[in-house]
């Protein structure tokens, strides 16, 4: 059976996550402490969900676990999944997966890439539902924000856009006007995923050259491109463009879910369970 693994981002997170994981892998949480200068079992058991919110936190942890939680998958079923894909963060434990990096190596990137986001402010999210992305480009156009830009094709009936936005007030309600369901802003400190984050990204780059990352020995969907890494791709500088690129998880999902026969989550929470099966019903109303 041709088998996919997801592994969830930022905004998955939850106090209590990973509890279970923590005894059965003893030597890979103390390690993961040492790195990261906290106790990870703490940090996720007792956290307030605030803390927890936290992007110099989260990725890590959420990496951690995400991490955990596969290699007990894969000692549970035995089995080792064809295709592996995360969303924004969770594209490192996939990589992880399949073999790019070592645990720790990995947990040192993602610990770097977390603090460097969390220096940056500035800018706004908002998450559209029930506008297509096609409508919402031409609805940003046609009013003039020119300052804003897509950051996540989640689903097809749920895109994220980000920038910079004087009104966002008018913004959402001239959305709503187009036929979005809702516009919800973001908790979150930057626009993530659009070009201003380029800074970030070639900090992100130079931290990078310290690590030589190998190939993916198993399928990989990037973000970036909604497709496969390929062997003449160049893991860190997809990395690298991916920081300041949209996440491409629908192309990424009608990519791969004809390729496969079951999917699952392994991470915290079942955000992306929930993305994916609509996607999938999606998909099989119009096949």
């Known amino acids: 059976m041709t088998e996919l693994c997801l592994f969830p981002g930022q905004g998955s997170q939850a106090p209590g996550m990973g509890e279970a994981l923590f005894a059965r892998y003893p030597h890979l949480t103390d390690s993961a402490s040492d790195c990261l200068g906290f106790d990870v079992k703490d940090k ?139 516009v919800v802003q973001l908790n979150v400190s930057a626009c993530f995923h659009t070009h201003f984050m380029k800074p970030t990204a070639e900090k992100l780059a130079q931290f990078l050259n310290r690590y030589r990352l190998s190939q993916p020995k198993i399928k990989v969907i990037a973000n970036l491109t909604g497709m496969a890494y390929r062997k003449e791709d160049n893991v860190a500088e997809m990395l690298v463009k991916q920081v300041y690129s949209p996440v491409l998880w629908l192309q990424s999902m009608e990519a791969v879910l004809p390729k496969v026969e079951s999917w699952q989550e392994l991470g915290s929470g079942t955000v992306l369970t929930g993305i994916v099966t609509r996607i999938q019903d999606a998909m099989a109303s119009t096949a």
């Open 44 to 182: 996720c058991m007792n956290s307030s969900a605030s803390e927890l919110s936290k992007t110099q936190v989260t990725q890590p942890l959420l990496y951690v676990v995400g991490a955990l939680s596969y290699l007990k998958h894969v000692e549970e079923t035995g089995v080792v999944p064809d295709y592996l894909a995360g969303h924004s963060l969770g594209e490192y434990v996939a990589l992880f997966a399949a073999g790019c990096f070592d645990f720790i190596s990995g947990l040192e990137i993602v610990a770097e890439r977390g603090r460097l986001m969390s220096e940056v402010s500035g800018g706004i999210m908002f998450a559209v539902l029930g506008l297509p992305a096609d409508a919402i480009v031409r609805q940003l156009d046609k009013l003039n924000f020119d300052q804003l830009t897509i950051a996540n094709y989640n689903e097809y009936t749920q895109t994220v856009i980000a920038g910079y936005c004087e009104n966002p007030r008018l913004l959402q309600e001239e959305l709503i006007a187009a036929g979005a369901a809702n």
